[in-house]
């Protein structure tokens, strides 16, 4: 069902969230003072949602809704991202799974499920090889950690340090539309979520920080092997748009065939972002597949 606004053409992170019992908060993870979003009751089973690359909370902003009413949803803005802290160090894919782990343990969470999306799912893959037991259901949209495409990754380097050393409007727009298929599904608010943080003096370093994964050398010691992928046990869906970048698509599917059991869906008509351009679609597809028996 569209929420209001929908219709008439006015979104907005607000109108996405409207009706939504969710608070902003702040928690210590080992040191990392780390934003997140949380909405649903806490006796429900537990979902994490990761952002991509140097993204945040907000990319979940159609998605929190839905989800929340069946599972307790905790939408984070990753190391270095955002509003979380930003340490002076690079951001390894190791880096970013102790962070999940150092959250969850500030937090009490025990087990969770993910849902991913491009760098997210990656981080997730991850934590599911090197922490099967904390692992319950894995979602990856747009999954990355398969390879090393030397163009895609130069790409991302210049359109994020630009935004962030020379910021502005267009620049960061420019970004947003690279993962979406259509266009319109971007609205102002969520352009101006992203511009305003990029515009933290202290982004510039971070971004930096952040890029290491798009360096050949770094991104090689950190992409998961395929008989690592063969080693996730967690129930797995994965998600591709048909109309993303046609590497990331094939990324897709190759990464569904590595990990045993998972299930490929492909989404036409969108890009890097499926669950935010079609969110009723994807909400409800997702949540099947997280209700779903093992």
Partial sequence: ???????????????????????????????????????GNRDTPTLIMLHGTASQAETFCNNIA??????????????GTSY????????????????IVDFMD????LKTSFLGVSLGSWVAAQFAITHP???????????????????????IKESRKT???????????????????????????????????????????AMRNILVLQDPEVRARNIIAPDQWG?????????????DNEADYNDAK???????????????DVGHWPHFEVPELFNSMNIAFLKSAR
């Avoid at 037991?133 to 790409?155: F, K, S, W």
Wanted: glycine letters at 6%; proline letters at 5%; hydrophobic letters at 40%.
């Fill in 1 to 39: 069902m569209l929420r209001p606004g929908h219709e008439t053409g006015h979104r907005s992170i607000w109108t996405s969230l409207c009706g939504v019992a969710f608070e902003q908060a702040w928690v210590n993870a080992s040191g990392i003072r780390t934003r997140y979003v949380h909405a």
């Fill in 133 to 155: 037991q904390r692992t319950e259901r894995l979602t990856l949209v747009a999954p990355a950690g398969h390879v090393a495409d030397p163009v895609r990754m130069a790409r």
């Fill in 66 to 79: 839905d989800h929340s009413k069946l599972f307790d949803c905790y939408a984070i803005d990753m190391l």
């Fill in 231 to 243: 080693r996730i046990a967690a129930p797995t869906l994965v998600v591709g748009g048909i109309n």
């Fill in 163 to 205: 935004a962030t050393e020379s910021p502005s409007w267009t620049a960061v727009r420019s970004v947003l539309e690279r993962l979406v298929h259509n266009k319109e599904a971007l609205f102002d608010d969520i352009v101006a979520s992203r511009y305003t943080f990029y515009r933290q003096p202290e982004m510039i370093q």
């Fill in 254 to 268: 190759a990464i569904a065939g590595m990990i045993p059991g998972s299930t490929l869906e492909t989404i036409r």
């Fill in 106 to 109: 500030a937090l009490g969470i």
């Fill in 84 to 99: 979380t802290d930003k340490p002076n160090r690079p951001y390894e894919i190791a880096d970013y799974v102790q962070h």
